[in-house]
């Protein structure tokens, strides 16, 4: 069976240029460093005046994920999960904070993995 024309030239062009595949798959930044860099300073000042906001320390540890600085993102996710503790069982909205908890940093650990070369 013969291939669309289309399929045929979107393989020429994508080959060897895996941005053209991150874009079409929605895989890219839609906003620069510097953004990233303003918001953490931001949420940072932020956590300093209400450092039990648990969805702050979220915010902050995706603008560093988002820097390609997983280290960071995962140490701040480490202090919502200090907070999470005092987090009374019956808590309203407890089950969201977690599964955001859970679902960041395992994103965060498997940035680091794959940024320090593991292989898929």
């Known amino acids: 069976m013969r291939q669309p024309a289309f399929e045929t030239w979107t393989r020429a062009e994508a080959k060897g240029l895996p941005e053209v595949i991150r874009v079409i798959a929605g895989r890219f930044d839609r906003n620069p460093p510097l953004y990233y860099e303003m918001r953490a300073r931001r949420v940072k000042e932020e956590v300093a005046r209400e450092p039990n906001r648990l969805d702050l320390y979220d915010d902050l540890a995706v603008a560093y994920d ?4 997983s280290d ?31 679902a960041n940093i395992g994103t965060f650990y498997a940035h680091r993995w794959i940024g320090n070369g593991g292989d898929l």
């Open 72 to 102: 960071k993102a995962i140490a701040w996710m480490e202090r919502k999960r200090q907070l999470l503790g005092q987090l009374p069982e019956d808590a309203p909205g407890r089950r969201d904070v977690l599964y955001r908890y859970y």
């Open 66 to 69: 988002r820097l390609g600085q």
